[in-house]
């Protein structure tokens, strides 16, 4: 069994934890805030990169295991697609205001794939 999908959604979202990690640091440096508290600007990246790395892991090993035991091609894509405007407009709605429909979207979509991704394992493994 080789992996054909999954790969592709993990070096995309390699990139993208990379990209919202960036800024950070610099931005430690300019407030001279090397741990937490006190600058909005900094928690809400700090957060929002924190975010990405508490579910995306997670929802790409999903991914990763329902492509082992199987599972369509479409299905994958379609849910690695979602997953990453999930984890976009998360991020984005996250630094624009903290709160909103965005991160809600996000939210809520990001939790749906993951949830999809194991009953899509199960069905495969169970019949």
Same mark, same amino acid.
């Given at each position: 069994?080789?992996?054909?999908?999954?790969?592709?959604?993990?070096?995309?979202?390699?990139?993208?934890?990379?990209?919202?990690?960036?800024?950070?640091?610099?931005?430690?440096?300019?407030?001279?805030?090397?741990?937490?508290?006190?600058?909005?600007?900094?928690?809400?990246?700090?957060?929002?990169?924190?975010?990405?790395?508490?579910?995306?892991?997670?929802?790409?090993?999903?991914?990763?295991?329902?492509?082992?035991?199987?599972?369509?091609?479409?299905? %994958?894509?379609?849910?690695?697609?979602?997953?990453?405007?999930?984890?976009?407009?998360?991020?984005?709605?996250?630094?624009?205001?903290?709160?909103?429909?965005?991160?809600?979207?996000?939210?809520?979509?990001?939790?749906?794939?993951?949830?999809? %991704?194991?009953?899509?394992?199960?069905?495969?493994?169970?019949?």
């Amino acid at each position: 069994m080789t992996f054909e999908i999954t790969p592709i959604f993990v070096a995309i979202f390699l990139v993208f934890g990379i990209a919202i990690a960036f800024p950070i640091g610099p931005l430690r440096g300019k407030v001279d805030i090397h741990f937490w508290g006190g600058e909005p600007r900094l928690d809400r990246l700090v957060r929002g990169h924190g975010n990405f790395i508490e579910y995306v892991p997670f929802a790409l090993l999903g991914m990763a295991t329902a492509e082992l035991v199987g599972t369509s091609a479409d299905f %994958l894509i379609g849910a690695g697609t979602i997953l990453l405007v999930a984890r976009v407009l998360h991020y984005f709605g996250l630094q624009v205001s903290g709160v909103g429909p965005a991160r809600l979207i996000g939210t809520v979509a990001t939790m749906l794939v993951t949830l999809s %991704l194991a009953c899509a394992i199960l069905w495969r493994v169970i019949t």
